[in-house]
């Protein structure tokens, strides 16, 4: 829990830098790796996994923590691009019940 400053700082500056078009795809050749993902989502997917998780433990300290180290920096990267809005809102979501 402690380092969920630093990760909430870490994920908004990825955020901040992803194009929400830029898209990734696997090099093997099997089904999974032939499908394209788009790299937004899939960090977003990710940091909804972990909020999940540690809202399960402790959802009054993860909430604090998102509101006084994460808010700010999601709220930001939602004005600066509207074309991430959508994901950045799931995530607000997801952090606070």
Known sequence: MIDL?????????S??????TLTSKG???T??????????????DTL??????LL???PQ??????LEFGL???VEVMVSNTFKLNEMAVLLYCFVQ
């Open 5 to 13: 400053p630093d990760l909430l700082s870490f994920f908004a500056s």
């Open 15 to 20: 955020l901040k830098q992803v194009n929400p």
């Open 27 to 29: 090099s093997c050749d």
């Open 31 to 44: 089904e999974r790796s032939s499908q394209t993902f788009n790299l937004l989502t899939l960090m977003v």
């Open 48 to 53: 909804t996994v972990i909020a999940n998780k």
């Open 56 to 58: 399960n433990s402790d």
């Open 61 to 66: 300290q993860t909430e604090l923590y998102f």
């Open 72 to 74: 700010s920096d999601l």
